[in-house]
């Protein structure tokens, strides 16, 4: 399942327990992502997910649920 993966994925990257990401986090403000995070979450999704997330859809994509969505209608 595509949450499963990306809550595992952030877990990880992140340093945070992966029961604590629903898909109403945040990435920015619940995760502490800033740019340079958002860039490296990026490239670690499409490489795991085969997917191409262009930087406009990105600056779109705020929450958990947004990502998880995104990735399950474009791979």
């Known amino acids: 399942m595509v949450l499963?993966?990306?809550?595992?994925?952030?877990?990880?990257?992140f340093d945070v327990e992966e029961d604590s990401i629903t898909?109403?986090?945040?990435?920015?403000?619940?995760?502490?992502?800033?740019s340079l995070d958002v860039v490296?979450?990026?490239m670690t999704l499409?490489?795991?997910?085969?997917?191409?997330i262009p930087d406009e859809e990105v600056e779109n994509i705020r929450t958990v649920g947004a990502l998880v969505?995104?990735?399950e209608e474009n791979s």
């Open 4 to 13: 499963e993966k990306v809550k595992a994925i952030l877990a990880e990257q």
């Open 23 to 34: 898909s109403d986090t945040s990435i920015s403000d619940d995760l502490g992502a800033d």
């Open 40 to 42: 490296d979450l990026v």
């Open 46 to 52: 499409e490489d795991e997910f085969d997917v191409e």
């Open 69 to 71: 969505k995104y990735i």
